[in-house]
């Protein structure tokens, strides 16, 4: 489905995917509601375009006044990576709920599935454990890396999602990987016009979780 753009990653990987850019982990928006943190990697940091044309910005717009975002995401995280940092932004931050976006760089260099998604459980377990609702956002790899480590890398979303019944979106980029008009030069990235479509692919899976957030303030 996806194979014209994976293709594209390994020829670029080296150069641009596993740049690391500092975060300041700061709110997008910082009035009163609920706290969403999102822990990504340059899907999630708007590499390669304005800060503010991102889809994290773009989901802060949408809340308005209604919740605090907090984008954690930094280019060319790992799962390893995130999980470092997350102990810390998940106290520091108290977040109602938890948006997952890693695993990408994981793929790309060929680590071990089975370590990415103890990474991941990791940081689903420390979520629910401080209350916060966790939304898992999936990625796949190129199938250059072998049919059956695809299926094993693929797999880890599908597998915590009903593990730990958590909310999942399968492919963050559908309906933007295969067109060159929506991803940058390197055909990594999407563009800033490739954005609200990446809010549109989270947003059925987080609206649920916000009105369960909403009613659980009003109670």
């Given at each position: 489905?996806?194979?014209?753009?994976?293709?594209?990653?390994?020829?670029?990987?080296?150069?641009?995917?596993?740049?690391?850019?500092?975060?300041?982990?700061?709110?997008?928006?910082?009035?009163?509601?609920?706290?969403?943190?999102?822990?990504?990697?340059?899907?999630?940091?708007?590499?390669?375009?304005?800060?503010?044309?991102?889809?994290?910005?773009?989901?802060?717009?949408?809340?308005?006044?209604?919740?605090?975002?907090?984008?954690?995401?930094?280019?060319?995280?790992?799962?390893?990576?995130?999980?470092?940092?997350?102990?810390?932004?998940?106290?520091?931050?108290?977040?109602?709920?938890?948006?997952?976006?890693?695993?990408?760089?994981?793929?790309?260099?060929?680590?071990?599935?089975?370590?990415?998604?103890?990474?991941?459980?990791?940081?689903?377990?420390?979520?629910?454990?401080?209350?916060?609702?966790?939304?898992?956002?999936?990625?796949?790899?190129?199938?250059?890396?072998?049919?059956?480590?695809?299926?094993?890398?693929?797999?880890?979303?599908?597998?915590?999602?009903?593990?730990?019944?958590?909310?999942?979106?399968?492919?963050l980029l559908e309906d933007i990987a295969l067109d060159?008009?929506?991803?940058?030069?390197?055909?990594?990235?999407?563009?800033?016009?490739?954005?609200?479509?990446?809010?549109?692919?989270?947003?059925?899976?987080?609206?649920?979780?916000?009105?369960?957030?909403?009613?659980?303030?009003?109670?």
């Amino acid at each position: 489905m996806v194979t014209g753009w994976l293709v594209l990653l390994i020829v670029t990987f080296a150069s641009s995917s596993i740049y690391a850019g500092s975060v300041s982990a700061e709110p997008v928006n910082a009035d009163a509601g609920p706290t969403l943190l999102v822990m990504g990697d340059s899907l999630s940091a708007a590499y390669g375009i304005e800060r503010e044309e991102g889809w994290v910005s773009l989901l802060a717009e949408r809340l308005d006044d209604d919740a605090q975002v907090i984008n954690a995401s930094i280019s060319g995280e790992t799962t390893s990576g995130g999980l470092q940092r997350f102990t810390e932004l998940l106290g520091q931050r108290q977040p109602d709920i938890v948006l997952l976006e890693l695993g990408g760089n994981d793929g790309l260099r060929g680590l071990a599935p089975n370590q990415m998604q103890a990474n991941l459980a990791s940081m689903i377990e420390q979520s629910q454990d401080a209350g916060a609702q966790v939304l898992l956002l999936g990625i796949d790899i190129p199938p250059n890396y072998g049919q059956a480590y695809r299926d094993a890398f693929t797999g880890v979303f599908r597998s915590l999602a009903e593990e730990y019944d958590v909310a999942l979106v399968p492919f963050l980029l559908e309906d933007i990987a295969l067109d060159k008009a929506l991803m940058q030069s390197d055909g990594i990235h999407p563009t800033a016009d490739a954005q609200p479509i990446i809010l549109d692919n989270v947003w059925p899976a987080l609206k649920p979780l916000l009105e369960t957030t909403y009613q659980a303030a009003a109670e």
